[in-house]
């Protein structure tokens, strides 16, 4: 185990996009940094060798966050290395681009276990790491996850991310007597999503950028979001409106 006088975060869904640039710009901001991924095992491990080369402290590891032992073998694996964790970012979530009609039930299953299941696993499974001066966790949702509307499109994906605040806001009535903010970030269209719309059609004529996440993750893990807990904070450019 290394004593850190760092703080620890784990990011899941590490190995590319929105989840590689978060870790990376939380490095700069001097955290340590556990790099989750499930199957982009080639991409993470370049992610940790980038942070190495900066001379930062990151470690790989892998698991299938719906499963339940291996998300507490992750956990454990994390307490054997760390110590501790102070930061959990639950980034991980499978988007498939399926109609309501055709979905299967492996990708019902993909979607509501990359969301809800996984962030209700990891969540009770690292609150054991946080340590008696509190914690942060930040869970990713979606512009459309507090509008009960009709979807054409990945059901399972939009249920869980529809429970992934639900689950947050009832994380957060329950953590804050133990100062662990729960919060969530909820993007319209990235700059890398799937079937990503021409920026004619989108109201801020743009989608949003991995920069814009990056700022709303500082704030909540800022001294100033202190009693910012069971927050959903859209950031959308208007979209879903």
Same mark, same amino acid.
């Given at each position: ?56 402290i990151a470690e790989l590891f892998s698991a299938d966050l719906a499963n339940p032992n291996q998300v507490d073998s992750l956990f454990h ?22 109609s309501l009609l055709r979905a299967r039930a492996e990708d019902w299953r993909a979607g509501l276990d990359s969301t809800a299941t996984s962030?209700? #696993? %990891?969540? /009770?499974?690292?609150? @054991? ?10 869970? +990713?949702?979606? $512009?459309?996850?507090?509008? #009960? %509307?009709? /979807?054409?499109?990945? @059901? ?10 639900? +689950?947050?806001? $009832?994380?957060?009535?329950? #953590?804050?007597? /133990? ?22 059609? #989108? ?39």
């Open positions: 185990m290394k004593k850190l006088s760092a703080p620890v975060v784990l990011i899941t869904g590490a190995s590319r996009g929105l989840g590689a640039f978060l870790a990376l710009e939380l490095f700069r901001d001097g955290y340590v940094v556990a790099v989750h991924h499930r199957s982009g095992k080639n991409q993470a491990q370049r992610l940790v060798h980038q942070i190495r080369r900066e001379d930062g694996k994390i307490r054997a290395k760390f110590g501790r964790l102070d930061v959990l970012l639950n980034n991980a979530g499978t988007y498939r681009p399926v962030t209700f #696993l %990891t969540i /009770r499974a690292a609150l @054991p790491l946080f340590p008696k001066t509190g914690g942060r966790i930040i869970n +990713l949702g979606d $512009s459309a996850c507090e509008k #009960l %509307t009709a /979807r054409k499109m990945a @059901p399972g994906y939009h249920v869980g991310k529809v429970g992934v605040l639900l +689950l947050t806001r $009832s994380f957060a009535a329950q #953590l804050i007597r /133990r100062r662990i903010t729960v919060n969530c970030i909820s993007p319209g269209y990235l700059e890398n999503s799937i079937d990503l719309p021409p920026s004619r059609e #989108l109201p801020a004529s743009r989608p949003v950028r991995f920069s814009e996440v990056g700022s709303a993750v500082r704030y909540l893990l800022s001294p100033e979001a202190d009693q910012v807990t069971g927050s959903n904070l859209i950031i959308s450019g208007g979209w879903n409106l």
